[in-house]
Nanobody
Framework: QVQLVESGGGLVQAGVSLRLSCAAS????????MGWFRQAPGKEREFVAA???????NYADSVKGRFTISRDSAQNTVYLQMNGLKPEDTAVYYC???????????????WGQGTQVTVSS
């Protein structure tokens, strides 16, 4: 079983940067697909970024060029570097793990507790 704990969220001003971390544990972590999702109030949870075991990455169009997902297998940690933050990025951000490289929530089996990111203008 995989356990995920996110950290690094907070209140920031538009245009600045923030880095989220996801600490993972479990015997199957090294083979898992890791993803970041976000959910704003009144909206469905949406895909942000994902990374597979080959270190290939995929990004939502809304964050491409601004966000970077990375994975440090030696430290069992996944990161989401967020640059040029906009008010529309405000949401609870969730780290997820699964066995399929996908942009859908259904494809992921394990979820962290979420960390709040609020971007003010």
């Amino acid at each position: 079983q995989v356990q995920l704990v996110e950290s690094g969220g907070g209140l920031v001003q538009a245009g600045v940067s923030l880095r989220l971390s996801c600490a993972a544990s479990g015997r199957t972590f090294s083979s898992a697909i890791m993803g970041w999702f976000r959910q704003a109030p009144g909206k469905e949870r949406e895909f942000v970024a994902a990374i597979n075991w080959r270190m290939n990455t995929n990004y939502a169009d809304s964050v491409k060029g601004r966000f970077t997902i990375s994975r440090d297998s030696a430290q069992n940690t996944v990161y989401l570097q967020m640059n040029g933050l906009k008010p529309e990025d405000t949401a609870v951000y969730y780290c997820a793990a699964g066995s399929q490289f996908s942009t859908t929530t259904k494809a992921y089996d394990y979820w962290g507790q979420g960390t709040q990111v609020t971007v003010s203008s």
